[in-house]
């Protein structure tokens, strides 16, 4: 038998009593397609008749025969079936009305199967498309019959005559090609099954990736989905619409965007972050909406603390695509008064910080609004600019675009700011960082001639200076940071040798120890560009915390690996003697620190957890019969690898737990700045109040000294949590601590 022979002897069973030998042939022959043999142009007609058949196995089956003829025969033209209409329509049309046909099926997986399938018919004519976003009869699908005509046809089929003004939707003049497609998308939102509603929402936006003219119809229905009942179909709806707008300009006018900015209320964080999502591809129709919109935007910082970077990567794409709105808005955003000197704003108001990003890029679609900016404002925008390096566009090469000169690269500011307050910035940051290294040998000095107090006051000013730099030049920043922890690790060695004579020297010395070995290792593993003098530096305040622990504990057994003193510790530690200790104790009291060189530019590993946010006022529930399951998000920069980042939490006991994220949940940013986004477990089992755990960020490292340095450094913190060293406590703690700890509200559950 040829194929056709069998495509006709199975098209034959497909009009059997049974429906299963029904659905089986109808499966048959979508099988047949695809094991590569043509499907005859004829099965047509038998699958639009099985779409009404009694049995819905049968008609799933007849939809899925439709959709393989239509992408077979799209342009074949074919005779609508209407006895009086002698007009041809493309099979693609026709196949795309019998499916829109089954959206009002009474069954809901028809209904459904319906509803994706529209999404497969890019190809349709315009005209058939926009009839599914409106349930009234459009004027161009109408067919125009000579009155005469319908006045036989009444009269011969015994029809009364109706008055002029009423119309005959029975008539021809309304008997529509595109009957089937009138209203189907309204239909399918409408529908009181989820699965439906979904399905339209997926389908309207395939559809409108590949026709731009049917966007308007779109916004209209999808802005309605915003308010469905069901999160799933809000947040479908809104990022539907985002990736709609991806592809062509989507515009609200007031009304919808009151429905669009009631999502930011959404108690759902996925709904909200799609919301921010949507509106970086939104142009509002009337500038009298920016307002709404931005009180909107204050809201919802207010009320979620949590979406405050995400708002600001919203009005970042926001700001670009409404430079006109903006530039009409900065006197009152900024409260500029031209009767009175403008007031510098506050930096950390999240609000002003909002304002800041949305001006400035719209200052990327019209460097003209830089003319208009108050000169603090620059300033601004370099501060903001490396606390939030994805919200702040390049700004050399917007000043480049706008015929700004600079001056240096401090803080990247413009000559228009002012040129003698820039060489006054530039200078007083070389002159303090000059002068502030130049103190070190100072301080070096004061010690050397046991002048402990003068060179502890000495070493605050240091301090102080250091910490102003990082103020003036970010270029400095990572110098100063380091400076800071050297200065700290050197004012132990000044307290130490202070000291060491006195009753309470053996009470805090093995504290500044612990300490000491701690700031020493944070340097060495936190630190991108550190040189191997300040290496050396670093390992050798580790040598001074060794021997200050050997020197008061005399029976700690200890493994060393340290070339320098490595053997007088083993001694000491083995078998401790008067002679042994007392040239350890001269070792200490004649200490120096080693320089560090600051020329080298360095970068510290810093981390910032964005989610969770501090909770207090809305404590989060839990169950301690179960794990506690936390979805954290953080930003990570300047780290060599991913493998030493942990997540630590500290529970009200003091007890800890470590979590260490898998290498895909890090998203690289930059070149060793990462995301991370991962969801952690908590054991909360010995939980039975309302309690505070911490968050924070780690950095794992290999000490020197396995064990004895893990032992020192657990020390420290056994000693401020006023608790006693056991072996229960003595877990191994070689970490590095580089974000600040977010403090997480809990409360059982009832």
Not at 248 to 261: G, N, P
Not at 277 to 291: A, G, I, K, Q, Y
Not at 341 to 366: F, G, H, Q, R, W
Not at 447 to 470: C, D, M, P, Q, W
């Amino acid at each position: 038998m040829t194929q056709m022979e069998i495509q006709k002897t199975i098209s034959n069973y497909a009009l059997d009593n049974d429906p299963r030998v029904r659905k089986s042939a109808l499966d048959a022959l979508v099988q047949m397609h695809l094991r590569g043999s043509p499907l005859d142009l004829a099965t047509y007609n038998l699958a639009v008749s099985s779409l009404r058949d009694d049995h819905e196995e049968v008609r799933i089956a007849g939809l899925n025969l439709i959709g393989v003829l239509s992408s077979l025969y799209p342009d074949h033209r074919m005779k609508l079936a209407h006895e009086q209409v002698d007009e041809t329509t493309r099979l693609i049309d026709d196949a795309f009305n019998k499916v829109c046909d089954l959206v009002n099926d009474s069954v809901v997986v028809i209904r459904t199967k319906a509803c994706v399938m529209m999404a497969s018919y890019q190809h349709v004519s315009i005209d058939t498309l926009k009839q599914t976003f409106s349930k009234q009869i459009m004027s161009h699908l109408r067919r125009n019959v000579p009155r005469y005509k319908a006045q036989q046809k009444k009269y011969a089929n015994g029809i009364i005559p109706i008055a002029e003004g009423d119309f005959d939707v029975q008539s021809d003049e309304f008997h529509l090609l595109d009957s089937g497609a009138c209203g189907a998308f309204i239909h399918g939102l409408e529908d009181e099954y989820e699965e439906v509603r979904y399905a339209s929402i997926d389908s309207i936006c395939e559809l409108c990736m590949y026709n731009e003219q049917l966007t308007k119809k779109a916004v209209e229905c999808l802005v309605d989905m915003f308010n469905d009942e069901i999160d799933k179909i809000r947040v479908n709806a809104i990022q539907s619409l985002r990736k709609i707008g991806s592809r062509s300009i989507l515009e609200f006018d007031e009304e919808q965007l009151e429905v669009a900015v009631g999502a930011l209320e959404d108690s759902d964080p996925v709904a909200r972050q799609a919301t921010h999502d949507l509106f970086t591809v939104v142009r509002l129709t009337s500038e009298n909406s920016m307002t709404e919109f931005l009180q909107a935007v204050d809201s919802n910082m207010k009320r979620y603390p949590e979406d405050t970077l995400s708002i600001y990567k919203c009005l970042r794409d926001f700001g670009k695509r409404h430079n006109d709105y903006v530039e009409h808005l900065i006197p009152s955003l900024l409260k500029l008064d031209k009767r009175y000197l403008p007031k510098e704003a506050n930096v950390e108001d999240n609000l002003y910080t909002a304002y800041v990003i949305l001006i400035i890029n719209a200052c990327v679609s019209n460097v003209k609004l830089l003319d208009t900016l108050p000169k603090y404002l620059f300033r601004h925008f370099a501060y903001f600019k490396s606390k939030y390096p994805e919200c702040i566009p390049d700004l050399r090469k917007l000043y480049k675009k706008a015929n700004i000169k600079l001056e240096g690269d401090v803080d990247c500011l413009p000559m228009t700011f002012s040129t003698s307050e820039k060489k006054i910035v530039a200078e007083d940051a070389e002159n303090y960082m000059m002068a502030t290294t130049d103190m070190l040998q100072t301080i070096k000095t004061q010690v050397l001639h046991g002048e402990y107090s003068t060179a502890l006051l000495t070493l605050e000013v240091a301090i102080r200076n250091f910490k102003y730099i990082t103020s003036l030049k970010p270029t400095f920043v990572g110098k100063s940071e380091l400076a800071q922890l050297y200065l700290q690790c050197f004012e132990i060695i000044i307290q130490i040798k202070q000291s060491h004579s006195s009753p309470t020297y053996a009470a805090t010395a093995q504290l500044s120890a612990a300490i000491l070995l701690r700031l020493s290792y944070t340097i060495q593993h936190t630190f991108l560009g550190l040189s191997q003098q300040n290496l050396h530096a670093a390992m050798y305040f580790r040598i001074m915390a060794n021997m200050i622990w050997i020197y008061l504990k005399d029976n700690i057994e200890l493994s060393a690996s340290l070339d320098g003193l490595k053997d007088d510790l083993i001694k000491a530690s083995q078998t401790p003697s008067s002679t042994q200790m007392t040239a350890l104790h001269s070792f200490i009291t004649s200490f120096i620190p080693l320089d560090i060189n600051l020329s080298n530019s360095v970068r510290q590993s810093k981390a910032s957890i964005t989610h969770p946010i501090t909770n207090p006022d809305r404590p989060s529930p839990f169950a301690s019969s179960f794990a506690f399951k936390v979805h954290v998000e953080a930003n990570i920069n300047n780290i060599e690898t991913t493998t030493q980042i942990a997540i630590e939490v500290i529970l009200p006991n003091k007890s800890s737990q470590t979590f260490w994220p898998i290498p895909d949940h890090f998203r690289p940013v930059t070149p060793y700045c990462y995301n991370l986004s991962t969801d952690i477990n908590i054991d909360l089992s010995l939980l039975t109040e309302s309690s505070i755990i911490l968050l924070r960020i780690v950095q794992s490292f290999e000490p020197d000294l396995h064990g004895l340095d893990e032992h020192i450094m657990k020390y420290s913190d056994l000693i401020l949590s006023n608790k006693s060293v056991s072996n229960e406590t003595m877990v191994p703690n070689s970490s590095c601590v580089i974000s600040n700890p977010v403090q997480y509200h809990l409360q059982p559950t009832k």
